[in-house]
């Protein structure tokens, strides 16, 4: 009998929707999930003389993957570029790595300042990491706001004027939503058996969810639509998997680095959890004779999500949001120590509060569900609903 601590979750990238190249999977870190082939089946509506059901046939297959996993760096940032809809061709951005002793912070216009360099990689409406200043406010995350050779204005935090001398980084990267329709195969291994796989061709994401919650390990999940699943007896690709990266799992103690609202750092929400979830269901084809389906197309993106906080003074601010329908900004961090990640919603709407009195000896607690819309970001660019920026 097989046993769940000895299956393997492998991914690869098809250049074509459908076909697996001949590459090596990646091994996927999970800690459950499922992996099927729905057959959609029907039956005859002939009527017999002796009162009995004509016979069924199977007019279509459904393939569906469903995926848990804990956050780690590295080991899921091909599935973050996926989940925003881009595939292969368009990447994670060049990352900005401007770094040295001549940087300096200016509180008078929010800048960072330095002789040449301050805009190499830079993209107007990115979030950037900055450490190595000896104030503790000009370091941290901040959203670019412009940029030239010799200084970047920022917001995100209020910045402290220091001089120029310390060893300064400014660095990160980022990915938008897009629209792509980027395709996976995906393979289950059973090692403790004999030559046993199960693989999904054709693996479309079609909703994805994060959760952040207070003493708990931070998660997510996928679910994947697909073309055919099938039984087989030798790895898929080249033949390979290679080892997914040994990197420790992001608790929310040592992990969550920041919560913005409206681009500002709050230091005073103490948020009890966060969660984000991507929709984006694509739209599969059909033809005549054939079983599986025959295209793919994309379907629009939603984004929504809720967070929790205890209410105050400062908390019950965006009730005033709710009742007046205004719009805001939400983005937060989360880290490993050594890698870094910026979730940004740049448009949100507060969609319900439900308002609930405790019993005895409780806290009063604000739960918000809310709704993401896209923006325009940069002058003359494309609206965009979702940004992540990482650095590491």
């Known amino acids: 009998m097989s046993d769940s601590n000895r299956v393997q979750v492998s991914i690869v990238e098809e250049p074509t929707w ?36 004509a016979g069924s046939k199977r007019v279509g297959v459904a393939p569906e ?47 960072f300042n330095g002789s040449s360099g301050m805009n190499t990689n830079v993209t107007i409406g990115q979030w950037v990491y900055v450490a190595g200043f000896l104030t503790a406010a000009n370091n941290g995350w901040f959203k670019v706001v412009s940029a030239t050779a010799t200084k970047m204005v920022v917001e995100g935090g209020t910045l402290s004027t220091e001089a120029a001398g ?20 995906l393979q289950e291994e059973y090692l403790d058996l004999s030559s046993k796989l199960m693989l999904m061709k054709g693996a479309v994401i079609s909703s994805a969810g994060l959760k952040i919650s207070a003493g708990a390990i931070m998660t997510a999940s996928l679910q994947m639509e697909g073309r055919r699943v099938s039984q087989e007896t030798t790895l898929a690709g080249n033949g390979s998997v290679t080892a997914a990266q040994a990197n420790d799992v992001i608790a929310d103690t040592a992990g969550f680095d920041g919560l913005w609202i409206d681009d500002a750092k ?11 979830a991507l929709s984006a269901r694509p739209r599969f ?55 870094l990640y910026h979730f940004d919603l740049p448009k949100v709407y507060l969609t319900a509060e439900p308002g609930a009195l405790p019993g005895n000896d409780a806290d009063i607690m604000l739960a918000f569900d809310f709704n993401a819309e896209p923006v325009l970001l940069v002058a003359g660019g494309a609206t965009k609903t979702i940004q992540i920026c990482r650095v590491g």
Request: with cysteine.
């Open 65 to 111: 993957a469903s995926l848990e996993f804990e956050l780690q760096g590295d080991n899921h940032d091909l599935l973050l570029r996926a989940m925003l809809r881009n595939a292969s061709g368009n990447d994670w951005s060049t990352a900005a790595n401007i770094a040295g002793t001549g940087i300096s912070a200016a509180n008078g216009d929010n800048s």
């Open 285 to 339: 084809q059909r033809g005549l004779g054939q079983l599986q389906t025959t295209g793919v197309k994309l379907g629009p993106l939603e984004v929504t999500g809720s967070f929790e906080c205890y209410l105050d003074d400062t908390t019950s601010a965006l009730r005033a949001k709710l009742l007046g329908n205004t719009a805001i900004s939400l983005g937060f961090a989360i880290t490993d120590g050594t890698h």
């Open 18 to 53: 459908g076909t697996t190249p001949h590459s090596a999977f990646l091994e996927l870190p999970i800690v459950s999930g499922s992996f099927s082939e729905g057959q959609n089946v029907i039956r005859s509506a002939q009527l017999r003389s002796d009162a009995q059901l």
């Open 166 to 185: 310390n060893s300064i980084t400014i660095k990160g990267s980022f990915i938008r939503n897009g629209t792509d329709v980027p395709s996976f195969s």
């Open 266 to 276: 709050i230091t005073t929400y103490y948020l009890t959890d966060i969660s984000i």
